[in-house]
């Protein structure tokens, strides 16, 4: 069964750190790009970034470039994404997602992942 397993969120004051980890089970990662995505209570679901297969290719959503950092360690079959320097609004359910085919440098689209993990809370507050 294929599986994605989010983890590492929390609560955290605002200018503190978190990094999540996204598992895969039953697949390996090596070919799926991985999308990071959130959603907060009465919004839109927002791409946060994006890496592709070989970790090559990056992508970030305005809102969080140059404080979140995206990497990925194949050989444990796992994508991280470090967050510095978090504010309230970063406060959302996190997902991640795999996808197959997507060109990360176009754009963070969740209608092209095709298997997505169940989410970690993130709470950036005081």
């Known amino acids: 069964q294929l599986q994605l397993v989010e983890s590492g969120g929390g609560l955290v004051q605002p200018g503190g750190s978190l990094r999540l980890s996204c598992a895969a089970s039953?697949?390996?990662?090596?070919?799926?790009?991985i999308g990071w995505f959130r959603q907060a209570p009465g919004k839109e679901r927002e791409g946060v970034s994006c890496i592709s297969s070989s970790g090559g290719s990056t992508n970030y959503s305005d809102s969080v470039k140059g404080r979140f950092t995206i990497s990925r360690d194949n050989a444990n079959n796992t994508v991280y994404l470090q967050m510095n320097s978090l504010k309230p609004e970063d406060t959302a359910v996190y997902y991640c997602a795999a996808a197959i085919r997507v060109v990360v440098t176009t754009g963070i689209l969740a209608h092209e992942y095709d298997y997505w993990g169940q989410g970690t809370q993130v709470t950036v507050s005081s």
């Open positions: 039953g697949f390996t990662l090596d070919y799926y790009a």
